[in-house]
């Protein structure tokens, strides 16, 4: 079955700190990797990983995937509260009974001031 | 414009009320997807459609019917809904279900049944 974990499910931290998420991935036909950021409502795009090792960078956020193992980070430097949040990880894959997306449960991030 | 619309944002309804949810994107997307979100859950797949046609149905019971009129509406069809219903349905479109391209969301219409 196909499956996404993320880790923590949780963590507070304070501002200017440097947080590290982790998505790790079993998936049957693996196309991509997603990153979302949900704050009140609708999942927000970050990144979209496809190739192992390359860096992509956004500001404060960047992240990587590793396609040996089968796993995916997110780091935020410096951080604010406004990053405070739940960061969603979602495999894509070739079709499947899921669809596109196949979502990990987040972790909820929480930036004290 | 990288923009899914939902309509409407907020919506309570009776159990015997039928109500329907909007989505519209002018992205040029072929593929167009409800997801539906309860608290502190990740979104979980209802429908799929893909030029128009429905792909995927998530064993999602009756009481929930999608349209797609054309490629750039996507409804959802609510009839006899129970309390436990109540969610955020998210409303999602990407270029087409083969191809690496991302998924865009809607702001999500937060349903209540009362």
């Known amino acids: 079955e196909d499956k996404v974990v993320q880790s923590p499910l949780s963590l507070v931290v304070h501002e200017g700190d440097t947080v590290t998420l982790n998505c790790s991935y079993e998936?049957?036909?693996?196309?991509?990797l997603l990153w979302y950021k949900q704050e009140k409502k609708a999942p927000t795009f970050l990144f979209m990983l496809?190739?192992?090792?390359i860096e992509k960078k956004s500001g404060r956020l960047s992240s990587i995937l590793d396609k040996k193992e089968l796993f995916s980070i997110l780091n935020i430097t410096a951080t604010q509260t406004g990053d405070s949040a739940i960061y969603l990880c979602?495999?894509?894959?070739?079709?499947?009974?899921?669809?596109?997306?196949?979502f990990g449960k987040g972790t909820k991030l929480s930036v004290k001031p | 414009d990288t923009e899914v619309t939902q309509t409407p944002k907020h919506l309570v309804m009776g159990m015997t009320n039928k109500k329907s949810l909007k989505c519209e994107q002018h992205?040029?997307?072929?593929?167009m997807y409800w997801y539906k979100q309860k608290a502190k859950k990740p979104p979980e797949l209802m429908f799929v459609?893909?030029?128009?046609?429905?792909?995927i149905n998530e064993s999602v019971p009756s009481r929930f019917s999608p349209e797609c009129p054309n490629s750039s509406l996507l409804n959802l069809h609510l009839h006899a809904l129970q309390p436990e219903d109540s969610a955020l349905y998210l409303c999602?479109?990407?270029?087409?279900?083969?191809?690496?391209?991302?998924?865009?969301f809607g702001q999500g219409t937060r349903l209540t049944v009362v």
């Open positions: 459609y893909s030029y128009e046609k429905l792909s």
């Open positions: 998936v049957t036909n693996f196309r991509s």
């Open positions: 992205m040029g997307h072929r593929a």
């Open positions: 496809t190739s192992s090792g």
């Open positions: 999602a479109s990407s270029q087409g279900l083969r191809g690496n391209t991302e998924a865009f």
């Open positions: 979602a495999a894509q894959n070739y079709g499947g009974s899921q669809g596109n997306l196949i």
